[in-house]
């Protein structure tokens, strides 16, 4: 049963930056693609980065594009969420989790195409 585990979540000024981890146990990491995904009060979650299997190719939503950046270290089964000049409408509970097909990119956006996850790290901006 592969698990995810993020951190890095925590308080942080507009304009400030943090760095979101994700370490995954298991021997397969190196095989999916993974994804970033965030959750406001009150809101459905919604997709914000995804990366290929290889690293080769990166996805953002328009909210993400231009400040955020997703990359993975396969010998550490980690993926990482780069994110900067934060606005308060990013504060959610930021997710990882695990695409449900090896070697596969397909609607990398879609929650149902993912299927682990982990239990999520908060963040919070404040104006």
């Known amino acids: 049963q592969v698990q995810l585990v993020e951190s890095g979540g925590g308080l942080v000024q507009a304009g400030g930056s943090l760095r979101l981890s994700c370490v995954a146990s298991?021997?397969?990491?190196?095989?999916?693609?993974m994804g970033w995904f965030r959750q406001a009060p009150g809101k459905e979650r919604e997709f914000v980065a995804a990366?290929?299997?290889?690293?080769?190719?990166?996805y953002y939503a328009d909210s993400a594009k231009g400040r955020f950046t997703i990359s993975r270290d396969n010998p550490k089964n980690t993926v990482y969420l780069q994110m900067n000049s934060l606005k308060p409408e990013d504060t959610a509970v930021y997710y990882c989790a695990r695409n449900g097909q090896e070697h596969s990119n397909y609607a990398y956006g879609l929650e149902k195409r993912y299927d682990t996850w982990g239990q999520g790290t908060q963040v919070t901006v404040s104006s």
């Open positions: 990366i290929s299997w290889s690293g080769g190719y990166t």
């Open positions: 298991g021997r397969t990491f190196s095989s999916y693609t």
